[in-house]
């Protein structure tokens, strides 16, 4: 990630990140409310130092069911406090005491009955609330703030895409070279992780060459859909309407079929990624189409509280972004608990070499 292009260029400050798991805050926003009837339980469910995952194995334990009828529809951070819905299906009239579920590290919000499954990927977005300790020039970072309210920041998929160290990059790769992985879900993965870097690595380079000005043979995404159209020509129209923010700028999420962008644009993302023929090649014969991401991400309800060296930052986020590409933006930042298992992990390592 430190060799992607900073649209404001590197920041100056530094700050910690995470210092305890209340100074990251996510609340999941659902596009939809509970019905009230259905065979499908949505909880509501605010956890403090558990993965995504270890809650659900308990949620299939304590209500009696096989894991596959308990789903969620984004995965969260363990160092971190978040407000995540979950789904479990459960045939009949009965209603497990959920309440009993509640723990130091678990919080049943609310629970209701809906008649749909609740599937990955059905969120409208995220809310954080993100503390930045120890920040070492807090004018600075107020300075960014406010361009970030105005232009955003790159639309960068975060490094929890790849996995500790890019690892899930790496196994993308080994897929490509004749590595079998029978675990769907592991599958799918690796092939986002790879997916992922070519959006970074073209998104970055068409930001390090141009910023944000546009090119001939655009391919531009209607804004709030997945929707998009080529301008072969930036007229005034179009123009206006990118100002508007009726229209958003975009860059590849490589897969079989002939590039969306044409012209200026095309030559641009071809040579970006033109030494990537093994990621490009894979991702075709996996079967994954080409598609489009837009290149940029606007905060939304974007706040700050300053306090001494430490700044509180609130805003939303729309499903699929990532509050660390808007961090980037604005500060050095260390992650306190990602620091500390690096420690841990090296200091194991010297004890097995002894």
């Known amino acids: 990630m430190s060799e992607l292009h900073y649209l404001y260029g590197k920041p100056n400050a530094k700050a910690d990140l995470r210092t305890q798991n209340s100074d990251f805050l996510v609340q999941e926003i659902l596009p939809f409310a509970p019905t009230g009837e259905g065979e499908h339980h949505l909880l509501h469910i605010r956890k403090d130092g558990l993965n995504t995952v270890e809650v659900a194995k308990m949620l299939s334990s304590f209500a009696h069911v096989h ?16 407000e995540q819905w979950f789904g479990v299906r459960i045939p009949g009239k009965e209603t497990p005491d959920w309440q009993k579920m509640n723990s130091e590290q678990l919080t049943l919000l609310s629970a209701s009955r809906h008649g749909k499954k609740l599937r990955i990927g059905a969120l409208a977005g995220n809310r954080f609330t993100l503390v930045l300790r120890n920040v070492s020039k807090v004018e600075d970072v107020v300075a960014r703030l406010e361009k970030i309210a105005q232009a955003g920041v ?56 141009h910023g944000t000005a546009t090119l001939a043979g655009d391919c531009v ?63 075709e014969q996996a079967g994954l189409n080409q598609e489009r991401r837009t290149l940029l991400l606007e905060p939304q309800h974007l706040q700050y509280q300053v306090e001494d060296n430490t700044i509180t930052l609130k805003f939303a986020l729309p499903s699929g972004s990532y509050a660390t590409s808007v961090l980037r933006e604005l500060v050095d930042y260390q992650d306190v608990q990602e620091a500390a298992r690096k420690a841990m992990l090296a200091a194991q390592q010297d004890n097995v070499s002894i």
């Open 67 to 82: 894991p596959k009828e308990v789903t969620y529809a984004g995965q969260k951070d363990k160092n971190a406090v978040t």
């Open 154 to 209: 790159p639309n960068y998929f975060g490094e929890q895409r790849f996995g500790h160290d890019g690892k899930n990059i790496i196994f993308g790769r080994q897929m490509f070279t004749g590595r079998k992985v029978k675990d769907r879900k592991k599958r799918s993965m690796y092939l986002s992780a790879v997916r992922s870097n070519l959006f970074n690595l073209a998104s970055s380079a068409r930001l390090a060459a």
């Open 221 to 283: 995404m209607l804004a709030g859909s997945k929707s998009y159209f080529t301008a072969e020509h930036w007229d005034e129209t179009l123009v206006e309407r990118l100002n508007n923010k009726d229209i958003q700028l975009s860059a590849p999420l490589w897969g079989r079929g002939e590039p969306l962008a044409q012209s200026d644009a095309a030559e641009l993302e071809s040579t970006a990624l033109a030494e990537y023929s093994v990621d490009r090649d894979g991702l």
